[in-house]
Structure formats: structure tokens, C-alpha cells
Nanobody
Framework: QVQLVESGGGLVQAGGPLRLSCAAS????????MGWFRQAPGKEREFVAAISWNGRTTYYADSAKGRFTISRDNAKITVYLQINSLKPADTAAYYC???????????????????WGQGTQVTVSS
């Protein structure tokens, strides 16, 4: 069992930065590929970014390339999502998730994730 707790969300102005954190507990963190997903009101959950078990490979949705950066610190058992130049369209609940798949494009698929956090709300004002 892996427990995931997101933090760092809030109300921010467009153009600003934000860093989300996802603290994990339970089984060995480095045994999991990690991902961030988001869900806006009335929309389906969508993939944002993912990172391999050792942090050496990252994957991004086209909408996230250039402004989002995913990273992880296995010693701190935490994964991060840095978002720059926030846009109102980034408003959503952001979820982190853990996958038994260590790496690969399978990490883009939410069906390959076993554990999910409760989410943290990001609201971007224009």
C-alpha cells in the first residue's frame, strides 16, 4: 500500500509559478513510476506529466511541455510538479499517482496507476 498526499495548490494569479508536492508513504517509493494528472470541472481526468522510478526519464502531455516540470526526490519520497506561467486553463484539481510500471510511455495511461492521492485544487485567476 502506498499513501499519497498532495499539497501546494491554491488561488494564484495568471502568469505566476506554483509548485505542487506529493508526499508518499508506505512501500518503497523508488519502486514506482509517478505521474501527475488533472481534472477540470466538467472534464475528464487528463495526463499532465510522469517520471520514471529513478527520475531519469520524464514524460509530458503536449499541453504541459515548456511550462511544467516534474521531478522526484527518492530520499524525501516526494514528487514535485513545477508549473510556470500559469494560465486560467490550468485551473483544475491536480492528482499524483503511483504506478508499478517503473518507466515507459505506459505512464501516460491512468489505467496503469495503482495508487492515487486525494488531489489539490489549483485555481488561476486572470
Amino acid at each position: 500500500q502506498v499513501q499519497l498526499v498532495e499539497s501546494g495548490g491554491g488561488l494564484v494569479q495568471a502568469g505566476g509559478p506554483l509548485r505542487l508536492s506529493c508526499a508518499a508513504s508506505g512501500r518503497t517509493f523508488s519502486n514506482y513510476g509517478m505521474g501527475w494528472f488533472r481534472q477540470a470541472p466538467g472534464k475528464e481526468r487528463e495526463f499532465v506529466a510522469a517520471i520514471s522510478w529513478n527520475g531519469r526519464t520524464t514524460y509530458y502531455a503536449d499541453s504541459a511541455k515548456g511550462r511544467f516540470t516534474i521531478s522526484r526526490d527518492n530520499a524525501k519520497i516526494t514528487v514535485y510538479l513545477q508549473i510556470n506561467s500559469l494560465k486560467p486553463a490550468d485551473t483544475a484539481a491536480y492528482y499524483c499517482a503511483a504506478s508499478r510500471m517503473l518507466a515507459g510511455t505506459v505512464l501516460l495511461n491512468p489505467n496503469h496507476y495503482t495508487y492515487w492521492g486525494q488531489g489539490t485544487q489549483v485555481t488561476v485567476s486572470s
